[in-house]
Structure formats: structure tokens, C-alpha cells
């Protein structure tokens, strides 16, 4: 287990398509992070934004994040304090956004299995992450570029240009 | 470039911008972008603060295009601060390029000149593959990937697989290039493309002016794909050259299209036998001839949005409500993309025939489609030339949106219920 791993994180089970309008409402982009949040999700899951909790996780169905290139969809869920999110496919535009806000995205063919509630954990196996259901069964991932995990790893990609910065 | 490996259009454009040969599918390139378009919602509210954190500066400020289009005119005083930010941010900058409350983005940039065959692009705007229509490799990136840009004027790409459209025949008066796009979003669903490379070809496509190009590109975000490309001909060149682009920035167009043998999946499709296609709420994916539609009443018809309110849609609109009004409890609106396209829509009289049928005239910008301003009310159903009808985009999420082309909406604004504009021409 290293430090990109956790576990007995709680699943909040969306359906495919899951789109950047539904995650971040138009009507509220004027405004912050703190606003859009407690707006996020509530055309298509009225009881998400109220109850989320830190180190909880979006399990979706196909296609996650279609839509707007408006990254506040993905800052939402790192506002939100959403540990990742497990989905079979994303768009590719929201994929990009997401590692730039380092929202951890986990591409999981498997997704589906995942039920409401369930409790799961992610380990990463050399570059493979493997999402570990609490009935013991694993789930592998798609590996996931070392670039994109360093921007996972400091916060995202301004935190890294920061880091990287010459002295 | 080496003559012996084949490649697509893409690979030509993405090893151009890296600087190499050629590129393999798959693998991940740094590229040196050639132009990045910002607007005031995902541009200097979001970028400003991030580079004066960093202390860095624009990488080239000739290369940027910032637009003022989704908070004008300001509704409230939310609004007015994002402009302010974005036209104050522009100032201390020094921005050459500004184009300000005269239009959406993705029509005010190629408007002026500034996308021509070959190029490397960026926009902070999903629907910045409308660049693809003029030979550019162009894709929608967030405000954060924009600051990487505009420190360092690269950005990574995983070189993509192309999917070509290949369009056989000729469309029928009363259908556009809206219905051959919403066709193929049904079809390939709205993340078909994969984030790959979507190219429209054949003779149907080199049959259709700049501006419908624009709207197959456009919506190639609607497929999930990174571009939409669509390699430059006569129709590109004459159209650039008719804007004023200069000869020596159109030299070695020619050379950006795809080789026969490349490897590219290729998908055939028949235009003399599509109908106008309408998408049902809640995704560009639910289309379905307009035929199976005809018992929705819409309340509001929309002509507006960068795809579908461009100088040749408002003509199309007209064309079907030339001498007639809407119908009683169907409320016209029509929001002209660019301020240029709509001054050249009043002198030929297509602003007339629109008022004169009973619209209601809005501001040249993104308007109701962002969502970002006015929107519909409760329990509307709406027809609309916009791109995505999502839940809740453009309103509350009991509002109903249809997708559909100038053609339908204004034929159906007109009969009050959705309505097959060839039977108006009839």
C-alpha cells in the first residue's frame, strides 16, 4: 500500500453520461467552488451535495464528465473532498481537466459491479490501480501515466508548476 | 515530412506542431500551439490568479485570442465583475487580440483570420473544435491546462485514431449539415469518438460552405471527440482569401489532408436520404427523424449559439418564415452569433423577415446555451439551435430542450408544433 492507495471509502453509485452541467449547473459559474458545491449533481441526485463526505467516491457508468470544458465539473468533486472517481469511461476533455485539478480518475471496465453504498478500497499495483470491493473481489484498472499521477500527487498542476518552479 | 509513412490528417497536424516526421497512434506528444482562445468565463477569472501566483507571464501574447462572449451583456452584478476582471486583465496584459461583446467565440475567431489550414490550436471552450472546419487541429481544454499553456506554449497530446465521416450524395433543400451531425451523435453516441480524431470527407461535406463546415466540427464535441477535422480545399482557401488572410499564410495548405492508405476507420453515410433530425431531452444522442416528433408543441423556438445562429443559419430560418408569423403562444428567439454576421444579415433583410415573423432580437453572445444568464422557464419545452440539450443546462431541470437545425426550429416556431421544414417549401 503507498501513499495513492486508501480504503473503506463509501460509493455514491451514478449512471452513464454523467455530464459537466449536471456537476457544475451554469446558473451558479459565476460563482465559487463553495457555491457550485451545493448545486453539484442536483438535476440528477438531489441528495448528493448535502450528503457527501470526505474520502468518499463517484462509482458511474460510461462516459463521465461529457459535456462543457468547464473544470469547476471537476474541481467540484476535489472541493468536495471526493477521494476519486471509478467509471468505466470519461470524457476525454473531463480526464484532462481532472489530473490538472488532481481528482484522482480511476478507468474501471468493471464499474458496474460496484453497488451504492458498498465500502471499497484502491491499491495500486506498480502502475495499475485495482479497486478492492469489500467482498474481497478486485477490480483492475487501466494504468494510469506516471505524468498524470505526480499531478494527482502535488494538487494538481499549478501546485506542480509551483514545485518545479526554477529558484 | 518524410513520403513514407502514411498518415491522417491529425498525425500530419499533431507531428507538425511537435516537430517531428511523423507521430504514431497512441503515443504522447509534446506539441507547440500555434494559437490559444480564452473567454471571460474559463480566461483571466480563472488564469490571472493562477499566473500571479506563479509570477509568470503569457508565453506569447500574439498568440492569444481573448473573446468576451458568455457574461455579455452583464445581467447582474456577478456578471459585470467577471467582465470587468476579464477587460481590466486585458488591459494590464496588453492583449493584442480582444474581441469584445461582438460575438461567440468560435465564429468571431475564424472571423478574424486567425485559424488558417496546418495550425496547432487551443481553446478554452469545448466546442473548440470548430477550428477543426478551416484544416486546424483544434480541441476545448479547462482554465487550468490553460495556464500550462500560457507559460509554457506547449501542451501534451496522445496522438488519437481517426474516425472518418464519409459523407456520399447531397442534402436535400431543408436539411443542413445540424442534421448530418445530429445523425452521427445518435449513432456513435455521445462519446463515440473516444476522444479521437473525427473527419468529415466525401462530397456531400466538400459541398457545404464554410459556415456549415463550422457546425460539423463544432459538434464533434458532441461525439466525445478530441478535433473534428476537415482538410482545406477550394471552398477553405476562397473563404480565407475572402476575409483578407494574406497568400504567404495559406502557402502549403495542400498538404494537410489524409493519405488513402492510412490507418483510419472509415464510417459511409448516404446525404440525399437524411432527413432533419431532431434530439430529444436529455442528450445530443437521443435523435430520431423529425417525423416521430410532430406531436410536441414547443412554447420557445431558439436560433442561436456558435452552432447554430452563424449568418447561413439565419438565413435559413428566414427562408421558411419569409411573409409569415410564428404561431400564437410560440415565443421566437434569435440570438445572431457574431455582430459582423448579423450587420450582414440586416442589409440582405434576413433581420426583417425575422422580426417581421415576430422574434424577439438578443445580444451576440453565447446567450441562453451556456446557461450562464437568462434561461428558460420552469416546464418549458423548448426547440433549439444550440449544442447540448443536458438536463438543467439551460434552465431548471423540468426544462425540456430539442435540438434541432434553423430550418426545423423556424418551421416549427412556425406550425407551433415540430414540423419538417420541406413540407413548408412544398
Same mark, same amino acid.
Given at each position: ?13 451514478? $449512471? ?64 468536495? $473532498? ?38 471499497? $478500497? ?46 | ?39 471571460d ?27 468576451l462572449?458568455?457574461y455579455v451583456?452583464a445581467?447582474?452584478?456577478?456578471a459585470q465583475?467577471i467582465v470587468q476582471i476579464a477587460r ?41 473544435? *470548430? ?81 456549415? %463546415? ?18 482545406? +480545399? ?24 489524409? +493519405?488513402?492508405?492510412? +490507418? ?81 444579415? *440586416? ?27 437568462? *434561461? ?16 438543467? %443546462? ?33
Amino acid at each position: 500500500m503507498n501513499k495513492r492507495s486508501f480504503d473503506n471509502a463509501r460509493v455514491w453509485r451514478l $449512471g452513464a453520461d454523467v455530464d459537466t452541467d449536471a456537476l457544475a449547473p451554469g446558473a451558479y459559474m459565476k460563482h465559487g467552488l463553495e457555491v457550485i458545491g451545493w448545486h453539484c449533481l442536483e438535476a440528477v441526485r438531489t441528495d448528493f451535495a448535502s450528503g457527501v463526505r470526505e474520502g468518499d467516491v463517484i462509482v458511474a457508468g460510461a462516459n463521465f464528465g461529457i459535456g462543457s470544458s468547464r473544470e469547476q465539473a471537476a474541481g467540484v468533486l476535489r472541493h468536495l $473532498g471526493l477521494a476519486a472517481v471509478i467509471a468505466p469511461s470519461y470524457s476525454g476533455l473531463y480526464f484532462r481537466n481532472a489530473f490538472n485539478l488532481g481528482l484522482l480518475l480511476l478507468t474501471c471496465p468493471d464499474a458496474v459491479k460496484i453497488e451504492e453504498g458498498e465500502r471499497v $478500497g484502491v491499491s495500486f499495483e506498480g502502475d495499475i490501480p485495482v479497486v478492492i470491493r469489500a467482498n474481497g473481489q478486485r477490480l483492475a484498472c487501466a494504468p494510469i501515466p506516471e505524468f498524470l499521477m505526480d499531478m494527482v500527487d502535488a494538487g494538481g498542476l499549478l501546485p506542480l508548476l509551483k514545485q518545479r518552479k526554477p529558484a | 515530412m518524410s513520403a513514407a509513412v502514411s498518415q491522417t490528417l491529425a498525425q500530419k497536424l499533431i507531428a507538425r506542431a511537435a516537430g517531428r516526421s511523423h507521430v504514431a497512434v497512441g503515443e504522447v506528444v509534446t506539441c507547440n500551439v500555434d494559437l490559444a482562445m480564452f473567454h471571460d468565463s474559463s480566461g483571466p477569472r480563472r488564469l490571472k490568479p493562477m499566473l500571479d501566483e506563479l509570477g509568470a507571464e503569457i508565453w506569447d501574447k500574439n498568440k492569444v485570442v481573448l473573446v468576451l462572449d458568455h457574461y455579455v451583456p452583464a445581467q447582474d452584478a456577478d456578471a459585470q465583475q467577471i467582465v470587468q476582471i476579464a477587460r481590466d486583465t486585458a488591459k494590464q496584459w496588453k492583449l493584442p487580440h480582444v474581441i469584445d461583446s461582438e460575438g461567440i467565440c468560435h465564429v468571431v475567431l475564424p472571423e478574424r483570420g486567425h485559424l488558417k489550414p496546418g495550425m496547432f490550436c487551443v481553446g478554452g471552450d469545448s466546442h473548440s473544435p *470548430t477550428g477543426g472546419a478551416f484544416g486546424c487541429y483544434m480541441f476545448g481544454i479547462g482554465a487550468t491546462e490553460m495556464l500550462g499553456v500560457c507559460v509554457t506554449g506547449q501542451i501534451w497530446v496522445q496522438v488519437p485514431r481517426t474516425l472518418r465521416m464519409h459523407w456520399s450524395g447531397r442534402l436535400q433543400h431543408g436539411v443542413s449539415a445540424k442534421d448530418m451531425m445530429l445523425h452521427m451523435v445518435g449513432r456513435f453516441g455521445m462519446n463515440g469518438g473516444q476522444y479521437q480524431a473525427v473527419e468529415f470527407a466525401g462530397p456531400a461535406v466538400q459541398a457545404l460552405s464554410m459556415a456549415e %463546415r463550422m457546425t460539423l466540427s463544432n459538434m464533434s464535441a458532441e461525439m466525445g471527440a478530441q478535433a473534428g477535422l476537415i482538410a482545406a +480545399d477550394e471552398t477553405t482557401l476562397n473563404h480565407l482569401r475572402g476575409i483578407g488572410v494574406a497568400p504567404e499564410h495559406l502557402a502549403g495548405a495542400e498538404q494537410w489532408f489524409t +493519405d488513402t492508405d492510412a +490507418d483510419y476507420e472509415q464510417q459511409d453515410f448516404d446525404a440525399s436520404t437524411l432527413s432533419p433530425q431532431v434530439a430529444a431531452p436529455h442528450s445530443p444522442a437521443n435523435t430520431r427523424d423529425v417525423a416521430e416528433f410532430v406531436d410536441v408543441s414547443p412554447s420557445i423556438a431558439y436560433i442561436g449559439a456558435c452552432t447554430g445562429a452563424k449568418l447561413e443559419d439565419l438565413r435559413a430560418a428566414a427562408s421558411v418564415l419569409k411573409g409569415q408569423r410564428v404561431a400564437a403562444g410560440v415565443q421566437l428567439m434569435v440570438a445572431p452569433a457574431s455582430a459582423r454576421e448579423q450587420a450582414q444579415a *440586416t442589409q440582405e433583410g434576413v433581420m426583417q423577415t425575422l422580426l417581421d415573423a415576430g422574434a424577439t432580437v438578443l445580444p451576440n453572445s453565447c446567450g441562453a446555451c451556456a446557461g450562464y444568464g437568462a *434561461t428558460f422557464p420552469e416546464g418549458s419545452t423548448v426547440i433549439s439551435t444550440t449544442a447540448r440539450n443536458f438536463k438543467g %443546462r439551460m434552465g431548471p431541470a423540468s426544462v425540456n430542450v430539442y435540438l434541432a437545425s434553423p430550418y426545423t426550429v423556424a418551421a416549427s416556431a412556425l406550425r407551433g408544433r415540430i414540423s419538417d421544414a420541406r413540407e413548408v417549401f412544398a
